[in-house]
């Protein structure tokens, strides 16, 4: 089976810029959670989306946003980018909520 | 606060000894646990997972040991080689359909 995909590798905006990330989810996964990890941080949780719908939510602001489609592929959009944004962006899938999680690659994302 | 401590930053081991990486945590809701490796660059990779039902948990190389009274899990690793030479997370959840909560990471340094 194919692994998660996301899609940037490597983005770079400007501060005020909004920016849209995709993941792929592994085959017949219908979980996928966004992270975000910054230098000396852990994964800092974003969002879970199940079946189209966001069932977790981490604490981050509301320029932080997610969709899932009806192919379990999921989007996470970032508006009026600021620098403190840079991150490492990891899209996860699984199963079902809840159970073990499959990580992608990531998406860099570096603001200026 | 933060509920899933990786309390050494980083770790040295040398090759063909065991390598054992600590976590502790401080919801005894948690019912279970995942350790992932990350290599730069990359998503970090599932390595082995344990429930709250059991104490031990063992794959090839890779051992989880779980001590709910201590709030405690180890995982070890025997024999360590240079591969193993990444950063270790461990997350919890506390119950089916909820997020995983994701430790700071332990950098494991294998040194032949």
């Known amino acids: 089976k194919a692994g998660v995909t996301q899609t940037p590798r490597y983005l770079i905006k400007t501060r005020g810029q909004q920016v849209t990330l995709s993941c792929s989810p592994i085959?017949?996964?219908?979980?996928v959670s966004w992270y975000q990890q910054t230098p000396g941080q852990g994964l800092q949780f974003l969002f879970e989306?199940?079946?189209?719908?966001?069932?977790n939510k981490g604490n981050f602001p509301g320029r932080f946003s997610g969709r899932q489609f009806s192919n379990s592929r999921s989007e996470m959009n970032v508006s009026t980018l600021e620098l403190g944004d840079s991150a490492l962006y990891l899209c996860?899938?699984?199963?079902?909520?809840?159970?073990?999680?499959?990580f992608g690659p990531g998406t860099r994302l570096l603001v200026l | 606060d933060q509920q899933v401590k990786q309390n050494s930053p980083s770790l040295s081991v040398q090759e063909g000894r065991i390598s054992i990486l600590n976590c502790d945590y401080t919801?005894?809701?948690?019912?279970?646990f995942l350790w992932y490796k990350k290599y730069p660059a990359e998503g970090p990779t599932f390595l082995i997972s344990?429930?709250?039902?059991?104490d031990k948990n063992e794959d090839g190389r890779f051992t989880v040991f779980l001590n709910k009274s201590a709030k405690h899990l180890s995982l070890h690793i025997v024999p360590s080689q240079p591969g193993d030479s990444a950063v270790y997370f461990c997350?919890?959840?506390?119950?089916?359909?909820?997020?995983?909560?994701f430790g700071p990471g332990t950098r494991l340094s294998v040194l032949p």
């Open positions: 997350a919890a959840r506390i119950n089916y359909g909820q997020n995983f909560v």
């Open positions: 344990i429930s709250s039902i059991k």
């Open positions: 919801n005894s809701m948690f019912d279970y």
């Open positions: 085959s017949g996964h219908r979980s």
């Open positions: 996860a899938s699984s199963q079902g909520q809840g159970e073990t999680q499959y």
């Open positions: 989306y199940f079946s189209e719908t966001q069932r």
